[in-house]
């Protein structure tokens, strides 16, 4: 597989990742962690070979579309987070200067 050729798959798998969060559907989402990281080895080492025409601007949409999945599950998990009455608060540090997050009661809401 090349390059190009796995940049677009992982490209095609965002947008895939991308409806399964619109969807909420955990299961998809767990199986999609998992061919992430298998393209995220193969992408490993297949990088420090030749240029291939097209593929930093295509490895850019990929970026970009990993970062707006970041951010939209984020957003969705803060949204399941106030509909259940669950905030989601930094806390403490860890040893490696990693925030720690802490879940909490936000009061009793009923749905």
């Known amino acids: 597989m090349s390059l190009t050729e796995l940049l677009r798959a992982l490209e095609e798998l965002l947008r895939v990742e991308q409806a399964a969060v619109a969807a909420y559907d955990v299961a998809a989402l767990h199986r999609i962690v998992e061919a992430k990281n298998a393209a995220a080895a193969k992408l490993r080492q297949l990088t ?31 949204a399941i987070a106030d509909a259940l009455g669950v905030r989601v608060t930094p806390g403490t540090y860890d040893s490696r200067a990693r925030m720690r997050r802490q879940l909490h009661s936000a009061g009793a809401r009923v749905v």
């Not at 420090?48 to 949409?61: C, D, F, I, S, V």
């Not at 990929?62 to 803060?78: D, H, Y």
């Open 48 to 78: 420090g070979g030749k240029q291939e025409p097209g593929a930093l601007a295509l490895a850019q949409r990929v970026a970009a579309l990993a970062e707006a999945n970041a951010a939209l599950l984020a957003a969705s998990t803060n």
